[in-house]
């Protein structure tokens, strides 16, 4: 069927998850620098030449579970309703994992997932290996910021529409972003995040390689600054529960925090 996998891939992807499930398995048994990648191979019923296809390091046996996540962010934004910013749609995103317990959250009290925390937070080849993932959703949810802020639809009003005014900046006039390339200064359009107060329209993508200039400079810092913030809040959340509390007893605040994160990226601060 159209949009389906193929058995191929089916398989493949099943391949992917008995590997990752029996390195997982002996990694919260032994301890992540206990176990061997013979081991982990024997215990997946696999030769450590195929293991190695499917995972070029033993970090990504343990990291597979944030794969699928990888460019999350990026996807929401290229799928959000057409009357939502991206940082509306991101932020209904976040509040829709808490409500339903994503370990991603890290609003999730399930016994495993506690653990498979503590093995990732107090290992610190994980932790670095974790790193090249974050800085690929931040570059792919970039990417997508900068498309979205050049989409055909949000470049320019109707012409009935007056333009809308920047909010006000208490800076004084020598010291006001330049004009860009295109006469345009900073807060001249709405910006990535579908917000005022940020660069936004220009010139289309400028290749197939990274985009360049401030505009592109700016979906880069925005998109760190999203992913910078669900990180925080997620380590917030999962500390809590780590020491003792229920997902259900810091749900509250878990929203209350996530409210105030998205409302300060939307100020831009």
């Not at 493949?12 to 301890?31: C, M, N, P, V």
């Not at 794969?67 to 829709?96: I, K, M, N, T």
Request: charged fraction near 20%; glycine fraction near 8%; charge should be negative.
């Amino acid at each position: 069927m159209d949009g389906q996998p193929s058995l191929r891939e089916r398989k493949k992807q099943r391949t992917y998850q008995a590997i990752s499930d029996a390195a997982i398995a002996l990694f919260l048994e032994q301890g992540f620098d206990q176990v061997s990648v013979a081991e982990i191979a024997a215990a997946a019923m696999v030769s450590k030449p195929t293991l190695f296809r499917y995972f070029p390091t033993k970090e990504d046996l343990a990291l597979y579970r944030f794969a699928d996540h990888e460019g999350e962010a990026s996807r929401v934004v290229r799928d959000r309703a057409p009357e939502q910013s991206p940082l509306q749609a991101l932020h209904a995103h976040f509040r829709a994992g808490l409500d339903r317990r994503d370990p991603v959250t890290g609003l999730c009290d399930d016994s495993e997932v506690l653990a498979f925390h503590r093995l990732l937070y107090g290992t610190p080849s994980l932790v670095a290996r974790l790193y090249a993932y974050t800085t690929r959703s931040e570059e792919a949810l970039a990417h997508t910021l900068y498309e979205a802020a050049h989409a055909p639809e949000a470049a320019l009003p109707p012409a009935d529409t007056p333009p809308a005014e920047a909010p006000p900046v208490d800076v004084p006039p020598a010291e006001a972003a330049p004009a860009d390339a295109h006469g345009s200064g900073a807060g001249a359009a709405p910006g990535p995040l579908g917000d005022p107060g940020l660069p936004g329209a220009g010139a289309g993508l400028p290749g197939p390689g990274e985009p360049t200039g401030l505009e592109a400079l700016t979906a880069r810092l925005t998109a760190s600054q999203v992913i910078a913030a669900q990180r925080i809040l997620a380590l917030d959340n999962w500390r809590r529960i780590a020491d003792g509390e229920s997902a259900d007893e810091v749900y509250p605040s878990a929203v209350t925090a996530a409210d105030h994160a998205f409302s300060v990226l939307g100020s831009h601060l």
